[in-house]
């Protein structure tokens, strides 16, 4: 007779695992790869860390700086804080207050921005003053070596041909009065023999509109006495050209 089969019963099974439910999130999933690098077990470890980071040196309220955002670009304001008025044109200052409206800047660091560019701007000025003065210096050094005792009554010319024309103080103004071009124009222009033939040559008749006229137009216009004229580096620029037009009547040369 075959024998049964013995059959043990498995008294040491493991009971059957019940998941725990989740831990609710205090963040979002987009902040999950953040949170896990920066440790943060709670919104507080969040909110402690900006606590931190407002109290800073020198770092103002962000809320605070943020809130003077204007509306529209009619909110933007600007003072200047320097002497006298300032140099910067309306035109100039609304296309700053265009950018920061589109930008969503605070007023105050559009303030910030336009001095830091008149701050700047000052800083070439000096720079280059200085610069202009030591040339001023050397080219007036080679003037008197090249001159020798024709030094004083040639410089004497040259200024009151300046004069007449009406540029010295402004030629002074830039510092180019001793430049050798400048110099070479001026003396030039003061050796020529008539103001009325420098328009003119052997086939047609004195033009009713000379050099000298051109030159006086231009330094009545707004564009030639306002330096943050909009048209101001042209106007400059066809002065300038003008002058040599009238300066390659003349021969002599200053020093090179």
């Known amino acids: 007779m075959t024998e049964l089969l013995s059959v043990t019963p498995d008294t040491a099974a493991e009971p059957p695992v019940v998941a725990e439910p989740n831990a609710e999130k205090w963040h979002g999933e987009d902040y999950g790869e953040l949170v896990k690098a920066k440790s943060w077990k709670s919104a507080d470890d969040v909110l402690n860390g900006y606590s931190q980071l407002e109290k800073l040196q020198g770092m103002p309220e962000f809320s605070k700086y943020m809130s003077d955002i204007p509306k529209s670009i009619d909110g933007y304001k600007y003072e200047f804080k320097?002497?006298?008025?300032?140099?910067?044109?309306?035109?100039?200052?609304?296309?700053?207050?265009?950018?920061?409206?589109?930008?969503?800047?605070?007023?105050?660091?559009?303030?910030?921005?336009?001095?830091?560019?008149?701050?700047?701007?000052?800083?070439?000025?000096?720079?280059?003053a200085t610069q202009q003065t030591e040339r001023k210096t050397e080219n007036?050094?080679?003037?008197?070596?090249?001159?020798?005792?024709?030094?004083?009554?040639?410089?004497?010319?040259?200024?009151?041909?300046?004069?007449?024309?009406?540029?010295?103080?402004?030629?002074?103004?830039?510092?180019?009065?001793?430049?050798?071009?400048?110099?070479?124009?001026?003396?030039?222009?003061?050796?020529?023999?008539?103001?009325?033939?420098?328009?003119?040559?052997?086939?047609?008749?004195?033009?009713?509109?000379?050099?000298?006229?051109?030159l006086n137009e231009i330094m009545a216009s707004d564009a030639y006495k306002q330096r943050f004229h909009k048209d101001h580096k042209e106007t400059m620029q066809r002065f300038m050209d003008l002058n040599m037009e009238i300066a390659n009547a003349g021969q002599q040369q200053a020093p090179q």
């Open 82 to 128: 320097g002497e006298g008025d300032s140099p910067i044109s309306d035109e100039l200052k609304n296309g700053f207050f265009q950018l920061a409206s589109d930008k969503k800047w605070p007023n105050e660091f559009v303030n910030d921005v336009i001095d830091f560019q008149l701050d700047a701007i000052k800083a070439g000025d000096e720079l280059y």
């Open 140 to 214: 007036i050094e080679t003037m008197k070596q090249k001159w020798q005792a024709d030094y004083e009554p040639t410089v004497t010319k040259i200024d009151a041909m300046a004069q007449k024309l009406g540029v010295k103080e402004y030629f002074e103004k830039l510092g180019i009065d001793k430049e050798p071009e400048v110099v070479n124009m001026l003396l030039t222009i003061a050796n020529s023999d008539t103001e009325d033939t420098l328009e003119t040559n052997d086939d047609s008749p004195p033009a009713p509109t000379t050099l000298h006229d051109k």
